[in-house]
């Protein structure tokens, strides 16, 4: 079987590693892919956007089965493509990554089929959002763009200045363009945060093992929102109640709720959970797997990850037994100095091993390129170095070790990746 996978990142490098650990695989090839991913995989170069290039390229290649990764093409319409195409492809059509692509209509989802979320309203006008702020009055307050914005549309405001500020670099200034078209303004919500990612082929919900994402760029939660700098798998906060309670009022809900609007979800759901004081919240939903998520979940996975592929695609996930390693893992991302704000490139990386000389680990690469047989950083995030082990102490101290052996130029990691008490 020959696949190929849409996206060039850290999760696109772990499904990668992970298609190719079954026989059934014969080839996996990737556009555009990045420095690391070449080594695992034919790399090519087309935009994640150009939906009639990949589909040439799928054609010209002869691809069983086409993968698509990133939230963006899935919104417009590349799964659908593949299908007129006739071509399979995993991942959700256009018309259920909406579920991601915009926050009023999962908001709006979720309180016309009682899924548990934060309060909130939806404003087209900037001076009704901001009406609506001083009257209500409570701090923090959350200001959400309603369309992608690379992970960087929300914003948590202290006091009413904050939130006027937030919601006019949205819709008057237009910070993230087009997706600040409508806002969402919701309640803050507290307690632990859970990544849940799920197996989902329209009818049948697999949960995978819960992760923890670390989103600030900073130690102890401090610094602007990233992409995630961090995630440790399981969740030490999500316990098997949580996880009996999130499938009855959120996970089954919310799949037959897609079903019930014509827009049947299939691919990977991710749950973005919020473990509050009246129970499992959902913070968002994305329509793919999660980065980094990805890079501490599927190193647990047992069973065939192209076999989970078929069986989504062809909607027989009931007939699978989806199974999972008890050892826990951790990840932590090395990015470029200065990110998620302004960052420079080509900065060559020292030190590199695809075990990270550490038993147990692995380095996924997310923002790199490879030059003259050198690797570059070429992008924010630029590794993730996962370790599996008995214990999750032991997961993060042998993840830590192989990110000391790596170096670059204003590297910055954060040195608390799964360190967080409640
Ligand atoms: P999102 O992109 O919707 O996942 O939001 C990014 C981050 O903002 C989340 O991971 C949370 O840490 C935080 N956040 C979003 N919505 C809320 C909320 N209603 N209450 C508290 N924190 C939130
Ligand atoms: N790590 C969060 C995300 O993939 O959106």
């Known amino acids: 079987m020959k696949i190929l996978m849409v996206g060039s990142g850290g999760r ?12 059934k695989v014969d080839e996996v090839i990737c556009a555009p892919g990045n420095g690391g991913i ?20 799928a054609q010209d ?18 799964v659908d493509a593949f299908e007129k195409a006739g071509i399979r492809a995993f991942g959700p059509r256009a018309n259920a990554a909406v579920i991601e692509s915009s926050k009023v209509f999962s ?13 909130y309203e939806v404003f087209d006008k900037s001076e009704e959002a901001i009406a609506y702020i001083r009257n209500e009055n409570k701090y923090p307050t959350v200001v959400k763009a309603d369309g992608l914005a690379l992970g960087k549309g929300v914003i948590i405001a202290n006091d009413f200045n904050e939130a006027e500020q937030a919601v006019k670099s949205i819709m008057e200034d237009k910070v993230f363009s087009e997706a600040g078209n409508r806002i969402v303004v919701e309640e803050f919500l507290t307690g632990p945060e859970v990544s849940v990612l799920a197996f989902v082929d329209g009818k049948t919900v697999c949960p995978m093992v819960s992760s923890m994402d670390h989103k600030r760029a900073l130690d102890n939660d401090k610094g602007l929102n990233t992409g995630g700098m961090g995630t440790i798998s399981p969740n030490p906060y999500y316990s098997e109640e949580d996880a009996k309670v999130c499938m009855e009022t959120i996970f089954l809900p919310t799949v037959a709720a897609m079903n019930k609007l014509g ?6 759901l991710y749950f973005g959970l919020m473990l509050t004081p009246d129970g499992p919240k959902v913070i968002e939903y994305n329509s793919r797997f999660g980065d980094p998520e990805t890079q501490v979940v599927l190193p647990r996975l047992k069973t065939p990850l192209v076999d989970i592929v078929e069986a989504v695609i062809d909607e027989k996930l009931d007939e699978l037994n989806i199974e999972w390693y008890d050892t826990p893992a951790a990840c932590v991302v090395m ?6 704000e302004k960052y420079d490139k080509g900065i060559e990386i020292f030190g590199l091993d695809e075990k990270g000389q550490v038993e147990g680990a692995t380095v996924y690469h997310a923002g790199t390129k490879l030059e003259d047989g050198k690797f570059l950083t070429n992008g924010g995030r630029v590794l993730g170095i996962t370790a599996t082990a008995e214990t999750l102490k032991k997961a993060l101290e042998n993840a830590y070790t192989a990110v000391k052996k790596i170096n670059f130029d204003k590297a910055h990691y954060r040195t608390d990746i799964g360190s967080k008490k409640f």
């Open 12 to 23: 696109e490098h772990a499904l990668i590693k992970k298609l190719l650990e079954s026989e």
């Open 38 to 57: 070449a080594c695992d995989a034919r790399c090519f170069n087309v935009n994640v956007m150009d939906i009639d290039g990949m589909i040439k390229l």
């Open 61 to 78: 290649e002869n691809v069983d089965i086409a993968f698509v990764a990133p939230d963006d093409p899935l919104a417009a319409g590349m």
């Open 107 to 119: 908001k709006n989802l979720m309180k016309d089929f009682g899924i548990p979320t934060a309060k």
């Open 263 to 268: 827009r049947s979800f299939k691919g990977c």
């Open 335 to 340: 990015a470029s100095g200065g990110y998620p």
